[in-house]
């Protein structure tokens, strides 16, 4: 479905432990359109809430996920079994691209939609006990542009022990970010709300999942 092009405009990104590649992937006329296809055949799981530092708490965005048979994914106390590829074939498509252009192996995608700039993520770390530790893990943006932080696990809250600049990108639709090892150990990233922002994105971050 998708061409391999000849050269990408790879951006590195780099601090103390952090190291991210960033690539505008798709023009907006593509990016437009796999929106559009998202939009009509994605279905969103019923699972409104997540166990987070002992509570439960109401998920800001809608989530799903699709994968390889026999996976499970657990994060924040909720254990779910993703859909098969075949109910949204392109995003095997994107999958397959993927791994053309990184090299790297994708066995899950874990799909967010943002209504607008209310819908947001809080900080946190991917350290499900399911993930191939030293994968990167490639996030795909579609839609809305959205502010997304990285802050050192050191430098959060009032037990902060050290003074490390947090890193904010922008991702663009369409654009592709490569979150490699040992990024997800050091850092926690977000997606904070921006109020003035009315239009929805949604995300895809493809994983290597250990097979259950």
Same mark, same amino acid.
């Given at each position: ?14 601090? /103390? ?8 992937? &798709? ?7 796999? &929106? ?16 987070? $530092? ?32 075949? /109910?949204?074939? &392109? ?14 192996? $994708? ?13 947001? =993520? ?5 350290? /499900?006990? /399911? ?10 943006? &579609? ?35 490569? =979150? ?25 971050? $493809?994983?290597? =999942?250990?097979?259950?």
């Amino acid at each position: 479905m998708f061409t391999k092009p000849s050269q990408l405009k790879w951006q590195k990104i780099k601090s /103390e432990n952090l190291d991210l590649d960033y690539v505008q992937l &798709f023009s907006n006329p593509e990016a437009n359109k796999l &929106f559009q296809e998202a939009e009509k055949v994605i279905k969103y799981d019923s699972v409104s809430k997540v166990f987070v $530092f002992g509570k439960y708490h109401s998920v800001p965005r809608r989530q799903t996920s699709f994968g390889d048979e026999g996976l499970k994914y657990t994060f924040s106390g909720v254990t779910v079994t993703p859909q098969h590829w075949k /109910e949204a074939p &392109f995003l095997q498509d994107l999958r397959d691209y993927l791994v053309d252009i990184t090299g790297q192996t $994708f066995n899950f995608v874990l799909v967010n939609r943002y209504k607008d700039g209310n819908d947001h =993520m809080g900080e946190h770390r991917d350290d /499900e006990k /399911e993930l191939v530790r030293s994968s990167p893990i490639a996030s795909l943006s &579609f839609g809305q542009a959205r502010d997304f932080v990285f802050r050192h696990k050191d430098c959060r809250g009032r037990t902060s022990t050290r003074n490390i600049d947090p890193v904010k990108l922008e991702l663009q639709n369409g654009s592709l970010l490569l =979150m490699n090892h040992p990024t997800n150990h050091y850092w926690y990233h977000s997606i904070p709300v921006r109020k003035k922002l009315v239009c929805p994105r949604i995300n895809f971050t $493809f994983r290597h =999942m250990l097979v259950n």
